[in-house]
Structure formats: structure tokens, C-alpha cells
């Protein structure tokens, strides 16, 4: 749901409490204020009827006078204190013959010795034609309060919140590799401007931080390589001189140690290219012969623990990815199945258009398989090795938008891979 019209819905549901209980407070005001002036009304006219009294003036038949039923003047044989009475009464109306409620006002009135009971009524407005009143004001108020934030929304929204929408436009599209933040653009609205001045600040930040690290893992890389590398190369020299079986074994492990330091050093800063979305031009890669290719080029390595391997591939299946990440899958897991299989074991590769699946005997699993894909994160935690094959596959897997699911049944371990495929020639 879009911002204004969760806006828009907001305020007119507010808009509808507060006209309705307005609603109920108007209709007590209005019917108050009309009842008062009534009775106001009829005091004026009982006030005018004892002027004239006052001044000497007789109402012949006194009763009903000239016709004027609402009004009656009659003489006590008695006296009493002036006194004023306002009382609800039916009286019949013969034209609708029926009884309609009126509002009564009598008055006690002594005059020269003589008490008057002077007495006129009136039509109520009633409570019904009242409240018919409010609801009427009130549903124009509301229907011109929907049509007003309809057009709010339709035509004044979109300039309003243009800044705002080409700020998140800019957020969506930023790469940090691009290494160009995003430059605050100018408006005239305050919040939007200190959106836009957040955004440049985190962008620029985010760039300089990206930039650092970037150069760290460049450096890293490059200035443990070459030590290593001298390293492996005065061990090769020192092999090469006459040792006893004892210095030779202490040679061989220190050439092990720095072949997984040249190997560790090697997969971080892989690990941190990936990461840092330095691969993200794809291009059709066709995986049945990359796969194909692979195998043929671990051939010997296979033959060399001794297994066997089935494969299922399907030809032409294509997938849109940088062909440095699709190399970097397909070798880390066939890698992966050799390493990690038994003596004499097997291995079993089904390529379609929906997956990618690799299979291999092995030995049951000494951690949770949650685990496997964390860093340093190892199937035995007694092998030799370095425990990033499976994080490498699943930042190449989570970067390209594939779902990656391992599963462990009867000695088998099956990492699986959904694809999208694209279509070729």
C-alpha cells in the first residue's frame, strides 16, 4: 500500500469519529438553542399581552381570542404570585388528525387586584427532524471530504512526494562497487532534505568504507602471497639437500602448512571479492560444458582416491552468470565431493534446467548441516580442510539468486542447486 493512501485512509477513518461524535454534540446544541428560542418566543408574546393589559385594554371572550387559538387569557377569581411554567403538551391537529407535541408556556399574571392566566403553545421542531438535520450537514461534509482527499491524492501526491520517490529510486540503483555516492539533491521540503543529506553522508561513508577494504584485501592477498611463495621455494631448495628421514618429515609438514596458508589466504580474498560484488556482469555461460570440461579436468584427481563417477547432464542447459563465479561453483563442489568422500566411494553429478546436483559417498557429518555453509565451518573438524568451500558456494549461490539445500541420507551427502536457466540460439 502506498504511503498517501495509507494517509488518505487514516484521515478520513479519523475524519469519520470526529464528525460523528461532532455529530452527536450539534444535535443537543441545535435542538437546545431551538427550544430556548421558543420559549423566549412565548414569553415576549405574554409579555406584550400584560402591557396591554397593564394599560387598560379588555380581550373580549378572553379565550381564544380573535381566533387565535394558541393564545388564552383567562381572569382568576382568585389571586396568586406571578409565576411562569414552560411544559411539553399534545394538542390535536385537526388538518393531519393527529396529535403533534408543543411546546407550552403559562404565565400567572396580577393585574389591578385581578389574576390572569395567560397561556399560549407552539409547534416543537422534533428530535427526528433534528438529528435528520445533522446527518444530512454531516454526510455532505464527509462525501466533500472524500473527494477532497481523492484529489490530494490523484493530482497533489505525486509532485509532493516526487524528491522522495527519486531519492529511493537513486538508494535502489547504488553499487557500491561504482564507487560514486549519491549526492544529496535539492529541495524545498525540510524532511526530504534531510533524507537526501542522510543519504549522501551513508552513501559516502559506505564508498570510503568499501574503498579501504577493498584495498586491505588486495594488499593482504598480495603480501602473503609472496612471502609464502619464497617460503615454498626455499623448502623445494632445502629438499633437495642431503636430510635424514626426521628433517624431511619436519620439511614435508611445513610445505603442507603453507600450501592451506597459500590456500586460506587465497579462498578469503575470493571470499571477499564475492562479497564485495566485484563479479556482477553476467553472461551466458553454458553449464553442460563447463561441467563436462570439469570433469574430464579432475579426472585424475578422482582416479587417484579411487572413485567412481556417474554423471546425468543435460546438454545445452545455459545460465546467465560471470563466468569466473560459474567456474568457481562447479569447481568448489566437484572439489568438494572428492574431499570429502571415502576410500573407493562415488560420486554422482544430474544436470537439468531446474538444478544442478552433486552427490558423494561419505562419512557421516560431525556438526549440525546448518553449520556447513559458515566459515571455517567443517564436515570433520580433524581434516585438513580450511572450511570455506561450502561459504564460497553459497555467496555465489545467494548473489545470483539460487536457492542451494544439502541433504544427508544413507551415507550419501547431495548438495542440490536450483537454476535459471536461460534459453540459447
Same mark, same amino acid.
Given at each position: 500500500m502506498k504511503l498517501i493512501t495509507k494517509f488518505l485512509l487514516i484521515y478520513l477513518f479519523v475524519s469519520t469519529i470526529v464528525l460523528g461524535i461532532g455529530g452527536v454534540i450539534s444535535y443537543y446544541i441545535i435542538k437546545d438553542e431551538i427550544?430556548?428560542?421558543?420559549?423566549?418566543?412565548?414569553?415576549?408574546?405574554?409579555?406584550? =399581552?400584560?402591557?396591554l393589559l397593564e394599560q387598560g385594554k379588555t380581550f373580549e371572550g378572553?379565550?381564544?381570542?380573535?381566533?387565535?387559538?394558541? %393564545?388564552?387569557i383567562r381572569s382568576l377569581p382568585y389571586n396568586l404570585e406571578n409565576n411562569v411554567e414552560v411544559t411539553d403538551t399534545l394538542i390535536w391537529d385537526s388538518r393531519l388528525e393527529q396529535e403533534e407535541k408543543n411546546v407550552?408556556?403559562?404565565?400567572?399574571?396580577?393585574?389591578?387586584?385581578?389574576?390572569?392566566?395567560?397561556?399560549?403553545?407552539?409547534?416543537?421542531?422534533?428530535?427526528?427532524?433534528?438529528?435528520?438535520?445533522?446527518?444530512?450537514?454531516?454526510?455532505?461534509?464527509?462525501?466533500?471530504?472524500?473527494?477532497?482527499?481523492?484529489g490530494i491524492g490523484y493530482f497533489v501526491s505525486g509532485p509532493l512526494f516526487k524528491p522522495f520517490r527519486n531519492t529511493l529510486k537513486r538508494?535502489?540503483?547504488?553499487?557500491?562497487?561504482?564507487?560514486?555516492?549519491?549526492?544529496?539533491?535539492?529541495t524545498n521540503v525540510q524532511e526530504f532534505?534531510?533524507?537526501?543529506?542522510f543519504v549522501e553522508e551513508m552513501t559516502k561513508k559506505a564508498v570510503s568504507?568499501?574503498?579501504?577494504?577493498?584495498?586491505?584485501?588486495?594488499?593482504?592477498?598480495?603480501? %602473503?602471497?609472496?612471502?609464502?611463495?619464497?617460503a615454498k621455494g626455499k623448502l623445494e631448495l632445502l629438499t633437495e639437500t642431503p636430510l635424514n628421514e626426521e628433517q624431511y618429515r619436519y620439511v614435508e609438514s611445513l610445505e603442507k602448512t603453507i600450501k592451506k596458508l597459500s590456500r586460506l589466504s587465497e579462498s578469503l580474498a575470493l571470499l571477499t571479492k564475492i562479497e564485495n560484488h566485484e563479479f556482477i556482469d553476467g553472461e551466458v555461460v553454458n553449464l553442460s560444458n563447463l561441467i563436462t570440461e570439469g570433469i574430464e579436468a579432475f579426472k585424475e584427481f578422482a582416479e587417484l582416491h579411487n572413485?567412481?563417477?556417474?554423471?546425468?547432464?543435460?546438454?545445452? =542447459?545455459?545460465?546467465?552468470?560471470?563466468?569466473? %563465479?560459474?567456474?568457481?561453483?562447479?569447481?568448489?563442489?566437484?572439489?568438494?565431493a572428492i574431499r570429502h568422500n571415502?576410500?573407493?566411494?562415488?560420486?554422482?553429478?544430474?544436470?537439468?534446467?531446474?538444478?544442478?546436483?552433486?552427490?558423494?559417498?561419505?562419512?557421516?557429518?560431525?556438526?549440525?548441516?546448518?553449520?556447513?555453509?559458515?566459515?571455517?565451518?567443517?564436515?570433520?573438524?580433524?581434516?585438513?580442510?580450511?572450511?570455506?568451500?561450502?561459504?564460497?558456494?553459497?555467496?555465489?549461490?545467494?548473489?545470483?539468486?539460487?536457492?542451494?539445500?544439502?541433504?544427508?541420507e544413507n551415507s550419501w551427502h547431495h548438495l542440490e542447486i536450483s537454476l535459471k536457466t536461460v534459453k540459447t540460439g
Open positions: 427550544d430556548q428560542e421558543l420559549k423566549w418566543e412565548f414569553l415576549d408574546r405574554i409579555d406584550r =399581552v400584560t402591557y378572553l379565550e381564544g381570542v380573535n381566533q387565535d387559538e394558541n %393564545l388564552v407550552k408556556v403559562s404565565a400567572y399574571r396580577t393585574i389591578q387586584d385581578t389574576t390572569y392566566y395567560i397561556s399560549t403553545y407552539g409547534n416543537m421542531i422534533e428530535s427526528n427532524d433534528v438529528r435528520e438535520a445533522v446527518i444530512t450537514i454531516l454526510l455532505w461534509i464527509l462525501g466533500l471530504q472524500v473527494a477532497g482527499a481523492i538508494i535502489q540503483g547504488f553499487q557500491l562497487n561504482e564507487s560514486e555516492f549519491l549526492k544529496a539533491e535539492k532534505k534531510d533524507l537526501n543529506q568504507d568499501y574503498k579501504n577494504l577493498k584495498e586491505f584485501a588486495e594488499n593482504a592477498s598480495h603480501e %602473503l602471497q609472496t612471502p609464502l611463495a619464497i572413485l567412481t563417477i556417474n554423471t546425468e547432464i543435460e546438454n545445452g =542447459v545455459s545460465i546467465n552468470m560471470h563466468p569466473v %563465479l560459474a567456474e568457481i561453483l562447479w569447481s568448489n563442489l566437484f572439489q568438494n571415502i576410500k573407493d566411494g562415488s560420486i554422482r553429478v544430474i544436470l537439468t534446467p531446474e538444478k544442478l546436483k552433486v552427490s558423494n559417498t561419505g562419512n557421516n557429518l560431525k556438526v549440525k548441516p546448518e553449520q556447513l555453509f559458515e566459515r571455517f565451518k567443517k564436515a570433520d573438524p580433524s581434516s585438513n580442510s580450511i572450511g570455506l568451500g561450502l561459504s564460497i558456494i553459497k555467496r555465489i549461490a545467494d548473489q545470483n539468486d539460487m536457492d542451494i539445500t544439502y541433504v544427508n
